[in-house]
T-cell receptor
Framework: EPEVTQTPSHQVTQMGQEVILRCVPISNHLYFYWYRQILGQKVEFLVS????????KSEIFDDQFSVERPDGSNFTLKIRSTKLEDSAMYFCASSGRDLGELFFGEGSRLTVL | SQQGEEDPQALSIQEGENATMNCSYK?????LQWYRQNSGRGLVHLILIRSNEREKHSGRLRVTLDTSKKSSSLLITASRAADTASYFCATEQGAQKLVFGQGTRLTINP
């Protein structure tokens, strides 16, 4: 069964460092998403991406964040200069249709020290 | 603003009992979705109900939607220990923005 894969599963970084989280969405999907979940809290929308551009982004998704689909298969989330409060689980999701069922990866846990 | 909010925040029942979780939302929707999350794992889609549907079934799951009250419920019948998880409703809040509620943490006691 096709699945969304994310790497790394866990990354520890120092405050101020750049981090890139990678996702391989399901191959025939067109809509891509990043969410984050701080431990014990709700799943927060960060950004949606379609047709090689950002469709929607939340207020969390400030200038420190960027997304890219560099090669037609990977979908990356970059945090330019990490802060302590960026520590969270980051989930990638993809969908075959607009606002349809989302398929989530298992997440990348980011710990900022 | 919060779009989908579940209640209760936590629910603990005995195996075999039914579990009901509710979701309320604020603005008009095209569809409402329910997801499940096992601790530390990704979310798994359970069911999607469209705004013109009132009820939908999938195995032991039953979802209702009342657009006049802007609310939905998820019923899990004959609960099992493996149903222990957090359950989230999700609604659209923008063209391609699916927003999740706070979730209901369900514990099934053997």
């Amino acid at each position: 069964e096709p699945e969304v894969t994310q790497t790394p599963s866990h990354q520890v970084t120092q405050m101020g460092q750049e981090v890139i989280l990678r996702c391989v969405p399901i191959s025939n999907h067109l809509y891509f998403y990043w969410y984050r979940q701080i431990l014990g809290q709700k799943v927060e929308f960060l950004v949606s991406f379609y047709n090689n551009e950002i469709s929607e982004k939340s207020e969390i998704f400030d200038d420190q964040f960027s997304v890219e689909r560099p090669d037609g298969s990977n979908f990356t989330l970059k945090i330019r200069s990490t802060k302590l409060e960026d520590s969270a689980m980051y989930f990638c999701a993809s969908s075959g249709r607009d606002l349809g069922e989302l398929f989530f990866g298992e997440g990348s846990r980011l710990t900022v020290l | 603003s919060q779009q989908g909010e579940e209640d209760p925040q936590a629910l603990s029942i005995q195996e075999g009992e039914n579990a009901t979780m509710n979701c309320s939302y604020k603005t008009s929707i095209n569809n409402l979705q329910w997801y499940r999350q096992n601790s530390g794992r990704g979310l798994v889609h359970l069911i999607l109900i469209r705004s013109n549907e009132r009820e939908k079934h999938s195995g032991r799951l039953r979802v209702t939607l009342d657009t006049s009250k802007k609310s939905s419920s998820l019923l899990i019948t004959a609960s099992r220990a493996a149903d222990t998880a957090s359950y989230f409703c999700a609604t659209e809040q923008g063209a391609q923005k699916l927003v999740f509620g706070q979730g209901t943490r369900l514990t099934i006691n053997p």
